[in-house]
């Protein structure tokens, strides 16, 4: 999740980013406070994250997909994995983590 901060640019971007040399079927989201008619959704965020969500603090949400993980399965779902598509998403994630330390090492944070 990213707010509408100005922090939250930089944020935006790195994510951005951090998707490059990634496969194209990739696909991870970043979802941003939805406006209607002028007014915030009540729906951004879900429990205390709605909270951060309408800050001025940029915010980052992870939200575990695929969902069909989450199916009442005999193995769970984990037959259903994509190991290799998984090591990739935590890569996208690690890689964000990295690019946020440098920007707040060098001061854009």
Do not use: C
Not at 49 to 69: A, H, N
Not at 72 to 92: C, F, Y
Not at 103 to 109: F, I, N, T, Y
Request: avoid cysteine; glycine fraction near 10%.
């Amino acid at each position: 999740m990213a707010n509408d901060s100005s922090a939250s640019d930089l944020l935006h971007q790195l994510y951005l980013d951090a998707f490059n040399g990634t496969s194209d079927s990739l696909r991870m989201a970043m979802v941003s406070p939805q406006v209607v008619d002028g007014v915030k959704a009540m729906w951004y965020g879900a429990g205390g994250s709605s909270v951060l969500g309408y800050s001025d603090i940029p915010t980052v949400g992870i939200i575990p997909q695929p969902d069909y993980l989450w199916a009442a399965m005999v193995d769970g779902g984990w037959s259903k994995l994509d190991i290799p598509e998984a090591i990739e998403q935590i890569n996208v994630i690690l890689r964000l983590l990295t690019m946020l330390d440098d920007a707040l090492m060098s001061g854009q944070l």
